[in-house]
């Protein structure tokens, strides 16, 4: 949201004609009261949206987990959440090229719940806990070029509400059956502010 000042940028605010008397025009003629305008300046608040209303993030880090089995090695993807005032808060799971387990596609039933059960486990008490994003990053060559662009999908769920079960003999929490949403990048600005690849 933008500061009330921007609205007046870029044009000539007309006043009351209590506050216009004794306007000159550019002739030295006394304007009418309601003929006055006055130019009003750009200011540095009226430039910048409300910081409070940005999306802000407070989680950047590693998340290890385990693939469909005791089997595999531990796999591990990057997790990010941002919080946004009066609003779902967003999470951002990034598929990480040394992940040699599960994709986080193919364990998102999964792995969602158990990231939401870590970092927002007060979140399941609402209909749906957060804006789930799932982003695969760029490839390139050793080159340098772009073998694969990078992804963003948004993640849905049938249910929301975590159920217990034994997947592979690992006791596990479960979501619903998940769908994905290719997300457009400007939504994507609007929910974690400039993307990367």
């Given amino acids: 949201m933008w500061n009330g000042a921007a609205a007046a940028i870029g044009r000539d605010v007309r006043y009351g004609a209590q506050r216009e008397r004794g306007v000159l025009d550019h002739r030295g003629k006394r304007q009418q009261p309601d003929e006055a ?19 802000r993030q407070f989680v950047d880090e590693r998340f290890p987990f385990r693939g469909y089995s005791d089997r595999q090695p531990i796999g591990v993807c990057r997790v990010r959440i941002y919080e946004r005032m009066n609003e779902s808060p967003v999470i951002v799971l990034t598929e990480l090229e040394e992940n040699e387990t599960t994709s986080i596609t193919n ?25 789930c994003i799932e982003h695969y990053p760029t490839i390139r060559s050793p080159r340098g070029r772009i073998e694969r662009d990078a992804t963003y999908d948004q993640v849905t769920f049938a249910r929301w509400q975590p159920r217990a079960v034994r997947r592979q ?15 457009p990048r400007e939504k994507l600005h609007q929910l974690i502010g400039e993307p990367e690849n």
């Fill in 169 to 183: 003999g690992i006791k596990r929490i479960e979501l619903g059956e998940p769908d994905w949403h290719p997300l």
């Fill in 37 to 55: 305008t006055i130019s009003v300046p750009m200011t540095p608040e009226a430039r910048q949206p409300n910081e409070a209303s940005l999306p």
């Fill in 107 to 131: 364990l998102a039933e999964n792995l969602w719940p158990e990231v939401l059960a870590k970092y927002l486990p007060h979140r399941f008490d609402y209909p749906e806990p957060a804006i």
